[in-house]
């Protein structure tokens, strides 16, 4: 069984390698992104695996079916970069729906704590010998009101840990979690209440954006953006223009709009064309990190290894996955039938 992976970094392959072996599958590594230029690659691969920023569009599935590619592997959870709609009827998409959710909601609460406690400017300070205290002043997380918006594994474990450091918590999901003692609450009431609002939630055509110049200017004044999603929840400009009036009071991102042709590459001796990123990146009470939330040995462990299922699911059990996205019956992750018959 032959798998073209694209988008491939160092720390990939380790696992898929050894997952692979095991399973009898040969991954053929490729570093460049798939795309309607690289889809010539998939040549004689019976499936491909793709990653966050990989563009499978319409014109690249087109691309897949007539080299006879039957499988679209998603290493992640997201996949508003796929065009499932397209695929129905020609390809099959299947992907990680949970790999390690403690990896990101933990990385959602480093990255507000080292923003309200000022812990990355104390380390270049120190590192300088400057061991002044001076603009260094944060506050407590206790008692302060978090709004959290997607209560799905990350959300839920990212308000666990909320809860500990003694927050209120309110949230907002369109389909909310039965029985789970949240809070849920309007968008509206949400940001208006809440000191600090964090995303946890899928990109979709109604998602888009969400976070644009009319809710932010509902906020609070002051209030800290947390986004550890997808990038273009979030309208970059509106936000930008959001911190300069001081409504915002600071941003933490591990994902940015416009992060396919920048994050995962080494540009520190280049100039960044991306006016609105850079100009982020210079306000000093924004924090970017480059989609690294999912990056610890856990996820990349189980990453690989659901991955792998994936793929062997659907070679060897006639089609069926239980990780498949389907547009079958128009609702992709929350498929109405039983896992009893190939969606197509």
């Known amino acids: 069984m032959k798998v073209a992976f694209f988008d491939t970094k160092p720390y990939d392959r380790p696992s898929f ?19 309607s230029d690289t889809v010539e690659l998939a040549n004689g691969a019976d499936a491909v695996c793709v990653f966050v920023n990989d563009d499978v569009n319409a ?24 065009d499932v709609r397209h695929a129905f009827g020609k390809i099959h998409v299947v992907h990680v729906p949970a ?18 406690r000022r ?28 709004g959290v918006i997607g209560t799905g594994r990350i959300g839920r474990i990212f ?7 003694g927050m209120r918590v309110l949230a907002y ?32 055509e109604e998602s888009h954006h969400m976070i644009g110049s009319e809710a932010i200017a509902a906020m609070k004044k002051g209030v800290i953006l947390v986004n550890t999603s997808r990038g273009a929840l979030v309208d970059a400009e509106a936000l930008l223009e959001g911190i300069k009036a001081r409504q915002v009071g600071a941003a933490c991102l591990d994902v940015y709009e416009e992060e396919a042709d920048v994050f995962f590459h080494d540009f520190s001796g280049h100039i960044v064309s991306d006016d609105v990123l850079a100009r982020l990146i210079s ?12 990056l610890t040995e856990e996820a990349l462990n189980n990453i690989a290894e659901t991955t792998v299922k994936n793929i062997l699911s659907y070679f060897e059990n006639d089609g ?11 609702n992709i992750e929350r498929c109405k039938k039983e896992r009893k018959e190939r969606c197509f």
């Open 17 to 35: 390698e050894r997952y692979g072996a095991e399973a009898g599958i040969e991954f053929k590594f490729y570093e460049g992104k798939l795309s």
């Open 283 to 294: 306000m000093p009470n924004v924090i970017v990190t480059s989609h690294q939330a999912f």
């Open 119 to 146: 812990i990355h400017k104390a380390y270049n300070r120190t590192r300088e010998f400057n061991f002044s205290l001076s603009g260094l002043t944060g506050f407590d997380l206790h008692g302060k009101t978090v």
């Open 173 to 204: 999901d369109k389909f909310p979690a039965k029985d789970s003692g949240i809070e849920y609450v309007s968008l509206e009431e949400l940001y208006r209440n809440s000191d600090i609002i964090s995303l946890h939630c899928p990109l979709t």
């Open 59 to 82: 014109e690249v599935i087109d691309g897949l079916y007539e080299r006879g590619v039957k499988l679209i592997a998603l290493r992640s959870a997201g996949y508003n970069n796929v």
């Open 320 to 330: 069926l996955c239980d990780n498949e996205l389907c547009y079958r019956c128009g």
């Open 99 to 116: 790999y390690s959710p403690y990896s990101v909601a933990e990385h959602a609460m480093a990255l507000l704590l080292t923003s309200i």
């Open 159 to 165: 308000i666990d840990i909320c809860r500990g450091f």
